[in-house]
């Protein structure tokens, strides 16, 4: 198994630290914001994962990521579409580094480019609920929010 970013709207993951920025208004392009990112929402990991369990005949290294990979500039305009906010201030590369160490993660989640597609676990079978970034991005931002004020 190989795995894409989770994205979860519980404390302290990955979504967490990219939701931070697009609240600080800081959630803008990386270094041109061309590199790819393959992610997969929290409950379609976890539904990958059982699939995978029943899958007998499925042997080998498959990709549990969502099927439609997209820019990380692409990426981050829907996050900050889905929370609301309408700019989002770049970076260039010699700038993320620094704000890595501020927000205690690795240049590479942002800088690294990974356009993954799970072939194996389509041709499987396997549905996903949220197989796009936009809607996923609603989704858990509303979950995010409502474990907050609920």
Not at 34 to 62: N, T
Request: hydrophobic content about 45%.
């Amino acid at each position: 198994m190989r795995s894409a970013m989770v994205m979860s709207p519980q404390p302290g993951g990955i979504f967490d630290v990219l939701l931070r920025l697009v609240r600080a208004r800081l959630g803008g392009p990386v270094g041109g914001g061309r590199q790819y990112i393959s992610w997969i929402h929290h409950d379609d990991f976890a539904h990958a994962l059982l699939w995978l369990v029943a899958q007998d005949e499925l042997k080998g290294p498959v990709n549990i990521a969502a099927p439609n990979p997209l820019s990380q500039a692409k990426f981050m305009r829907a996050l900050r579409t889905a929370w609301g906010v309408r700019t989002g201030l770049p970076a260039t590369r010699w700038m993320a580094p620094a704000g890595a160490l501020a927000m205690r993660t690795e240049t590479e989640l942002v800088l690294k480019s990974r356009r993954v597609v799970p072939g194996r676990l389509l041709a499987s079978g396997f549905q996903f609920d949220h197989p796009t970034w936009p809607e996923a991005a609603v989704e858990l931002c509303a979950a995010w929010r409502s474990q907050r004020t609920g």
